[in-house]
């Protein structure tokens, strides 16, 4: 996903002018694949990073550099895991469910998506996940379980919200016009 476009504001009596990104969606850059391991088993990976587009600094703490010029940000998604008949289990830094389930619907929205409107109320509930282990279920009819929990970060450099362990159950229900 690239994301990026020229803005012009005023206000006061002061106008400013230039490139923007991240308007209606993160810019990203992604990798996700699987791999069939027989008996109805698969092994998948997803491995993404933020982008910058408008700068030639990242957006947010850069992996493997220590001055930050480059244009690859944080991981957003980088996880591993197995799906079978049993549903599917991830491990690694992943989507919480309530992002999960609520951004595929509403992403198009941009800032206005009930995505949004779910991190900027829930918190600690939304986002990309740290230290994660999720499982969905299979769907049932359009009914999906989950549950996620994610250890807590010892780092000092951490957000209080990383601090603490966080989990969380829930379901998904996408059927019909509902």
Do not use: C, H
Request: proline share 2%; aromatic share 8%.
């Amino acid at each position: 996903v690239m994301d990026a476009g020229f803005f012009s504001a005023g206000g006061n009596g002061e106008r400013a002018t230039g490139v923007q990104s991240n308007g209606l969606s993160t810019s990203r850059l992604g990798f996700k694949g699987e791999e069939d391991l027989g008996g109805g088993l698969k092994a998948v990976f997803n491995l993404e990073t933020a982008l910058d587009l408008d700068s030639a600094k990242s957006q947010s703490t850069t992996i493997g550099s220590a001055t930050g010029d480059t244009i690859f940000g944080a991981a957003r998604q980088a996880n591993v895991g197995i799906v079978g008949a049993f549903g599917q289990v991830l491990v690694g830094t992943q989507p919480s469910l309530s992002d999960n389930w609520a951004g595929g619907v509403t992403e198009p929205m941009g800032n206005l998506s009930a995505r949004n409107v779910i991190n900027n109320t829930l918190g600690r509930f939304s986002n990309e996940k740290a230290r994660a282990t999720a499982y969905y279920s299979p769907i049932f009819s359009g009914l999906q379980l989950g549950a996620m929990y994610a250890t807590k970060s010892e780092a000092s450099n951490t957000t209080t919200t990383e601090r603490q362990a966080y989990y969380q159950v829930g379901a998904n229900y996408a059927n019909g016009p509902i």
